[in-house]
């Protein structure tokens, strides 16, 4: 997979995608502390170690670098920025029932604005699993030679 980079001077869709989810009852915010537990866990359990490790380490930061989406009590998708490398945008993660409907494109903004207020003036998505998906929703664009880019070879687990 590769990197993706993102102007984000030209990005301008946040309030959009928040409307549009916000109308289904849909909320994006801020992770707080006293929910780590709970969203690491959930990370876990829907998308495995390696991104809940990522999400941990945004749970570090002050603000927090971890965005959820939540329907009632529920955590339906959530969005991390600044984990692995600092202007690096994800994980992003969305419950299988609520893929095609506008969350990730919502956390995907949030995480895009917030970079945006912080200074940067672009944004990396690394080693994008759906670059078709960071292409219509923030105007992404591939790194040339950015694979495997910055990331070293993954450590082995073997106790044997």
């Known amino acids: 997979m590769t990197d993706l980079l993102v102007a984000l001077y030209q990005v301008t869709g946040a309030d959009?995608?928040?409307?549009?989810?916000?109308?289904?009852?849909i909320t994006v915010r801020r992770a707080m502390p006293y929910?780590?537990?709970?969203?690491?866990?959930?990370?876990?359990?829907?998308?495995?170690?390696?991104?809940?490790?990522?999400?941990?380490?945004?749970?570090?930061?002050?603000p927090i670098g971890c965005?959820?989406?939540?329907?009632a009590d529920?955590?339906?998708?959530?969005?991390?920025?600044d984990t692995t490398f600092k202007n690096f945008i994800g994980p992003i993660g969305v419950a299988g029932g609520y893929r095609q409907s506008g969350v990730g494109g919502a956390l995907l903004q949030v995480c895009l604005k917030e970079m945006a207020m912080a200074g940067?003036?672009?944004?990396?998505?690394?080693?994008?699993?759906e670059p078709d998906f960071f292409r219509k929703v923030a105007?992404?664009?591939?790194i040339d030679a950015s694979t495997p880019g910055p990331y070293p070879p993954r450590l082995k687990h073997d106790l044997g």
């Open 35 to 62: 929910e780590r537990r709970i969203v690491i866990g959930w990370v876990a359990d829907n998308f495995g170690a390696s991104w809940s490790d990522e999400c941990a380490t945004a749970f570090g930061h002050q």
């Open 139 to 142: 105007g992404a664009s591939i």
């Open 120 to 129: 940067y003036a672009y944004a990396i998505i690394g080693d994008a699993g």
């Open 16 to 25: 959009a995608y928040r409307g549009k989810i916000e109308a289904r009852g």
């Open 74 to 81: 529920q955590i339906v998708g959530f969005s991390c920025l």
């Open 67 to 71: 965005y959820l989406a939540v329907k």
